[in-house]
């Protein structure tokens, strides 16, 4: 199996994603904390509620690299240096302001405001977004948020990384360290519990993360790859690390609604139904059961995904006991407590962990290099999207955002053409002058197929970028 989402590994058992709390009570918060997070380009339903809690009067405060659209109903708003977000969430839980001011390089009261906040808030909320957790620091920032939690009980943290199903696949436990129902691979009790309904062992080594399926096909030692509703050629960090695991596996399955770039490079393509044209459920953001209905008929010969996978296990001579999709909902209801239709399945708070979160890299790029900085559009040209000319448009083209200041530094104008290097790779792409965005960062968006950002990064960790003028705007 293939989960783009474990690139940058952390225990899931101490870190759910999702809200934390029902959508609906987003509303009741007091005070909301947005660090990290593009809300209104990777959540905007949720946004809705913020704006609500807001129009209440609830304080919105937002922290994040660049400065969202959704700034101006923020008091305070400020920008930092990616990289320094555990600092500044041990100075809202009341650690040292001064500190954390220095490590954010925000104002030192504009944070102490931020805290003072906080701490007075009776229902405050902590959204944190990809931007914080998808990264090297990404264990720090959520060992800053458990503890957070534990001084503060009354405040509720919510993870905001994956999208659409997400949330349903980490509560049936498709992590490599997870069991059904939030449960840990390491608990005993859980694993006999889950064994008895499936009626065989499970191993207690959990499984391997997507870094490392791919070195061990490296190695030669992962021989077959199923590749299920995921691009790794277009959105795995760095593409040398994907070719040169493609090269060495002798059988490449992929399971996908379109002809993707990893799948034009499949042995095997296994066409699978749209969202519109299976029935089932999904998890939604809240941890809500919601049915889906079968809306329209597929084309070809395309099947549903129960029913691949079930004529997979029959050829397999293990078959699975599952006429239908209702089947598969009552064997989850057995392992996952309280599993419902419109049941919210709560996952379990974040929890702090023994390791220190103190000590974010932050480093400074090279040779007045930029830090690269990646974020979720609402509308991209991805797979999917290329096919519907609405979205397309809305996209527009790929692009790097620099400060002002850095790209006067360059030679750089608004709409001019650069290009953007790292060690792994280059981007030719037009030039975005964003007065909000932190100096020392380079932003380019996910989801553009003809320009992806995985091409400049490295599963390793964060890069500096280089970025230089190739035609003047206008050209």
């Known amino acids: 199996g293939f989960r783009d989402d474990t690139a940058f590994p952390h225990p899931a058992a101490g870190a759910p994603w999702g809200l934390g709390v029902p959508i609906a009570d987003v509303e009741r918060a007091d005070v909301i904390v947005l660090l990290g997070c593009d809300l209104t380009e990777e959540y905007p339903i949720v946004w809705l509620r913020v704006k609500k809690a807001v129009d209440r009067g609830a304080r919105l405060v937002i922290a994040n690299p660049w400065t969202p659209e959704i700034a101006r109903w923020a008091h305070p708003a400020f920008t930092y240096r990616r990289g320094r977000e555990p600092a500044i969430v041990e100075a809202l839980a009341g650690g ?111 499984g391997r993360t997507v870094r490392e399926m791919l070195a061990a096909a490296r190695a030669g030692s992962v021989r077959m790859l199923y590749v299920a509703g995921a691009d790794p050629a277009v959105s795995y960090p760095g593409g040398g690390a994907w070719q040169a695991a493609r090269e060495r596996l002798e059988l490449l399955v ?82 996952v407590p309280g599993w419902a239709e419109d049941a919210r399945i709560a996952p379990p708070p974040v929890s702090a962990r023994a390791q220190s979160a103190a000590a974010p890299s932050g480093e400074a790029a090279p040779n007045g290099a930029l830090l690269l900085v990646t974020g979720t559009r609402l509308f991209d040209r991805g797979t999917a999207a290329l096919r519907c000319p609405g979205i397309r448009t809305q996209a527009g083209e790929p692009f790097v955002a620099l400060a002002p200041g850095d790209a006067g530094r360059l030679g750089i104008a608004d709409g001019g053409l650069c290009e953007v290097r790292s060690a792994q790779g280059a981007l030719r792409l037009a030039a975005r002058v964003w007065s909000g965005l932190h100096p020392g960062h380079a932003y380019v968006p996910w989801g553009y197929d003809a320009a992806p950002v995985a091409t400049l990064l490295d599963e390793g960790g964060p890069v500096s970028v280089t970025v230089r003028a190739l035609l003047p705007a206008g050209r």
Not at 303 to 331: M, Q, Y
């Open 96 to 206: 040292a302001v001064d500190a954390g001011a220095r490590a954010s390089d925000a104002a030192e009261d504009v944070l102490r405001g931020a805290a003072a906040l906080f701490g007075a808030a009776e229902r405050p909320l902590v959204l944190a977004g990809r931007t914080a957790l998808e990264q090297p620091e990404g264990a720090a920032v959520i060992a800053a948020l458990g503890a957070l939690r534990q001084s503060r009980p009354a405040a509720t943290v919510g993870l905001l990384r994956g999208r659409g199903n997400a949330g349903g696949a980490q509560a049936l436990g498709l992590l490599p360290d997870m069991l059904p129902g939030y449960r840990p691979l390491a608990d005993t009790a859980a694993r006999e519990a889950v064994e008895a309904v499936w009626g065989r062992p499970i191993p207690s080594a959990p």
């Open 254 to 335: 992929v399971h996908e609604t379109f002809l993707t770039r990893t799948a034009a490079a499949a042995d095997v393509v296994l066409p699978v139904l749209t969202h519109a044209e299976q029935a089932g459920t999904v998890g939604n953001l809240e941890g809500r059961v919601q049915r889906r209905d079968q809306a329209v008929l597929g084309p070809g010969h395309a099947r549903s995904d129960s029913a691949i996978w079930t004529g997979l296990a029959a050829r397999l001579g293990d078959p699975f006991a599952f006429s239908s999709w209702e089947d598969v909902s009552a064997e989850i209801a057995r392992l």
